[in-house]
T-cell receptor, first 115, second 114 residues
Framework: AQSVAQPEDQVNVAEGNPLTVKCTYS??????LFWYVQYPNRGLQFLLK??????LVKGSYGFEAEFNKSQTSFHLKKPSALVSDSALYFC?????????????FGTGTLLAVQP | DSGVTQTPKHLITATGQRVTLRCSPR?????VYWYQQSLDQGLQFLIQ???????AKGNILERFSAQQFPDLHSELNLSSLELGDSALYFC?????????????FGQGTRLTVV
């Protein structure tokens, strides 16, 4: 079965500092990994994805994520956090190792950026 | 704006009742997904349709059903509602529903069962 873990319920960071939101996954086949962001009372917005190729992928709003196959991780990063980055972040995974290609989400990590 | 439209935005209904949530996918998208978001369960995958046919099923209760129509809009039917069904229900769509395509989410329907 496929699953995604986001070990931190909340991440606190000061504005201007680098941020990392962690994600690990478990799949039986090749992983297809996604990051989404949710602002209050809004739907989820797609940030970036890893399909194949370069392990470092760049996405919207200056975010990037690093795929690490040996550690089965896909951590979200940003070099310099903004207060406006404060939101709920979700990691999601699909795999070609099962009968279906369900898009499964982690439990979410609340990012709080202090001014 | 993602291009995915969900109606209604808010719905308040009594236990035992039945409601229908509607989703219009982005223009050209063939695949529709339904998710339930609650505080205790997080974001749960319910069901996926592709071009009118069921593609994948998740933790969807037997009291819930969905369909995708020829014009590609989708409806999620929730019946015999219980207090625990109160949640935010999201619809998402993607071009093909294959592994490498991201899904775009609507703003959700907030269901409150009283």
């Amino acid at each position: 079965a496929q699953s995604v873990a986001q070990p931190e319920d909340q991440v606190n960071v000061a504005e201007g500092n680098p941020l990392t939101v962690k994600c690990t996954y478990s799949v039986s086949g090749n992983p297809y990994l996604f990051w989404y962001v949710q602002y209050p009372n809004r739907g989820l917005q797609f940030l970036l994805k890893y399909i194949t190729g370069d392990n470092l992928v760049k996405g919207s709003y200056g975010f990037e994520a690093e795929f690490n196959k040996s550690q089965t991780s896909f951590h979200l990063k940003k070099p310099s956090a903004l207060v406006s980055d404060s939101a709920l972040y979700f990691c999601a995974v699909r795999t070609d190792g099962g009968a279906t290609n369900k898009l499964i989400f982690g439990t979410g990590t609340l990012l709080a950026v202090q001014p | 704006d993602s291009g995915v439209t969900q109606t209604p935005k808010h719905l308040i209904t009594a236990t035992g009742q039945r409601v229908t949530l509607r989703c219009s996918p982005r223009s050209g998208d063939l695949s529709v997904y339904w998710y339930q978001q609650s505080l205790d369960q997080g974001l749960q995958f319910l069901i996926q349709y592709y071009n009118g046919e069921e593609r994948a099923k998740g933790n969807i209760l037997e009291r819930f059903s969905a369909q995708q129509f020829p014009d590609l809009h989708s409806e999620l039917n929730l019946s015999s509602l219980e207090l625990g069904d109160s949640a935010l229900y999201f619809c998402a769509s993607s071009t093909t529903g294959t592994m490498n395509t991201e899904a775009f989410f609507g703003q959700g329907t907030r269901l409150t069962v009283v």
